[in-house]
């Protein structure tokens, strides 16, 4: 392949900025909080790109996910300066700077929903979506909200109901409208122009609706229980993912690639879909559309070997004609975190599995040091999911919490004395950066040797994958190959030990474990695994057969 990009090649490292590092001692973390730490993302991790989610002004109804200004920054995260700082700070030490983008809705504080609710005859009335009530009063379909509730809110001023596929305090911009396009492209161009090298698309495939706004069909799959919101009783079919959606993002891929002559610029959508045939659609027939739609299979999939491996290899395939490159996600701002989800030391093998994979890796804040969900008590709760549907695990407050730094009051994320927005882990005692860094088997220093090691090797970021076969029950066993460089990485889900076939290869030398206790040659004709371990082995010589 020709010479990869930074976004193919380099690790995205998500951070959350309310929960990253605070500058200002109001117990939220800010720009400048971040800019403190990008020693850490150059030097210590090392990550190529962060991902900031949103920093624009907000009444924080859903924590920025509900912008009242998409050209500014929200004094509570800093100012337009220091977010040029930041900017050209990383860029100073080779981080790319990737912000998110909110296109399907704004705040209702939002000036332009301001105005167009002010009347029926607002010149900005069809920048949202408006509808007449059914004869009866009741609203115009069937559609849901995300966090719960018909996704309709009547509006008693001007006898109109408006649609908000989230919270009633984030309405839908209408993409149907020539004058909102333009508006949303011109604040695309504001950042470009200021420096950001990518885009983060919010609850991409949504901005195109059926334009007869016809009723979602039910969802055969979905039964009632605590820990599936009754927004997927409906399957979606009519409230995202119009076809016409794809014109839009060739438009904004043009966009960014007139802006691409310098230095490259991507974008990569939230894209919840895990056909992966359909989804690969977001990538556009001709490549033309998103660089990256987030692959987010290894959030969907139960954590053992044949489902994950099956996701690899859809996704693979899907992308084999195409061409698109692949990506990989454990976590994020709306999922539990995954030491959580699947215990810590199997989270040591999702690490592994996450930066050997072909294609670029995104990694959530704080799952380098396998951070897990904090229970949060009632009276501290704020994520408004929790608030809609409480008890129901579905809350998002337990995977934002603060930054674990090091073992002094409030972790290093805030000054002692100050509480901070959410409650820190229990364990921040143990499970922190400057304790992991002075650990050499701890999940920080497996997560950097696997970082470094990746960097190192185009094999590892962007050689080709091939799955060994047959492997051991319970073992996910693959190639990594590039210019005569070969990785061979083993995967062992269970509890027991396990040898593998053996394997027509060359010897090797373990480079790293996931239990970080043994390196030196391996014997592919007689080569164990422990209990969940993983590792990968680089192979001597670049021929040699496979069987
Ligand atoms: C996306 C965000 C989520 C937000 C929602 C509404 O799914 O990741 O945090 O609540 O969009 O904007």
Redesign the pocket.
Known sequence: MSEPLWWQRGVIYQIYPRSFGDSTGDGVGDLAGILQKLEYLDHTLPVDAIWLSPIYPSPMA?FG?DVANYVDIDPLFGDLDTFDRLVEEAHRRDIRVIIDF?P??SSDQHPWFIESRSSRHSPKRDWYVWRDPQPDGSPPNNWLA?FGGIAWEWDEATKQYYLHS?LKE?PDLNWRNPEVTAAMFDVVRFWLKRGVDGFRI??AHAIMKDPELRDNPPNPDWRPNAQSPEHDSLLTVHSAGHPDVHGVYRDLRRLLDEYSGERPRMMVG?IHIFDWPRWAQYYGAQLDEFHLPFNFGLLDVGWEAAAIRRVVDGVEDALHTLGGWPNYVLG???THRIASRIGQTEARLAMMLLLTLRGTATLYYGDELGMVDVPIPLDRVQDPFEKLTPGRGLG?DPERTPMQWDAAPNAGFCAAGVEPWLPLADSYGEINVAEELADPRSMLTLTRRLLDLRRAHPALHSGSYRPIDPAPDHCFVYLREEQGERFLVSLNFSAEEVMLPALDVPNGTIVVSTHLDRDGRADPARFTLRSHEGCVVRLEGGTGTLS
Do not use: L, T
């Open positions: 859903d996910y909110v399907n809705h995300y989230f984030q919010d609850v939230e994020n701002h709306d998002r």
